[in-house]
């Protein structure tokens, strides 16, 4: 069965620090991978995804995230961070052949400090 | 283009009783997925439809059920609650695939957060 693991619970950055949220996945296949962002008391905001092609994939509000086959990885990066990117963000995986059903990470909060 | 909506966003039920959940989705978007949301357990898919038909199932038990109807809106049903219902349950659309061949991602909904007494 797939999985996702995302090994850090919470992260607490500074406002214009890098940041880099790791997530592992295990599935047989190269699956389809999503970063997801979810703000208290709302749904979640897809950032970006990897379907094929590039690894290197570009989302919104300036995240990027690099597939890495050997490693089993889709870490999240951000250069600089906002406060306004303090929240809680997920990894999910889907099986290749549908971009749904996702399997979903335990998620990582992110604090940002002024 | 309005976003995928969800009502009620908050319900309050007490054991044994059953609720329904709905969703409507983006404009054009055919096919319906629903999560559960907990602290304990994390986000876990449910099922999703597509054209009125359930296509995928998660490991939930019976008294989860779910259906879709001709516009595409979707409904969850939860029987015999239990405490352990208590959870966010997210919606999400997407559209379907394209004539490539090629899938497209999800959309969420803002949940409906359900406890149960």
């Known amino acids: 069965a797939q999985s996702v693991t995302q090994p850090d619970i919470h992260i607490t950055v500074s406002e214009g620090a890098s940041l880099e949220l790791r997530c592992n996945y295990s599935y047989g296949a190269t699956p389809y991978l999503f970063w997801y962002v979810q703000s208290p008391g709302q749904g979640l905001q897809l950032l970006l995804k990897y379907f094929s092609g590039d690894t290197l994939v570009q989302g919104i509000k ?4 690099e597939f890495k086959r050997s490693q089993s990885s889709f870490n999240l990066r ?7 990117d303090a929240a809680e963000y ?12 996702l399997t979903f990470g335990t998620g990582t909060r992110l604090q940002v400090t002024l | 283009k309005a976003g995928v909506t969800q009502t009620p966003r908050y319900l309050i039920k007490t054991r044994g009783q059953q609720v329904t959940l709905s969703c409507s989705p983006i404009s054009g978007h055919r096919s319906v997925s ?8 994390g986000l876990q898919f449910l099922f999703e439809y597509f054209s ?24 969850m049903n939860v029987s015999t609650l239990e405490l352990g219902d ?32």
């Open chain 1, 62 to 65: 300036g995240f990027e995230a």
């Open chain 1, 78 to 84: 951000k250069p600089s961070v906002h406060w306004s």
């Open chain 1, 90 to 101: 997920f990894c999910a995986v889907a099986p290749t052949g549908t971009a749904s059903k």
């Open chain 2, 34 to 41: 629903w999560y559960q949301q907990t602290p304990g357990q």
């Open chain 2, 52 to 75: 009125e038909t359930q296509r995928n199932k998660g490991n939930f038990p019976g008294r989860f059920s779910g259906r879709q109807f001709s516009n595409s809106r979707s409904e």
């Open chain 2, 86 to 117: 208590s959870a966010l349950y997210l919606c999400a659309s997407s559209l379907p695939r394209t004539s490539g061949g090629s899938y497209n991602e999800q959309f969420f909904g803002p949940g409906t957060r359900l406890t149960v007494l």
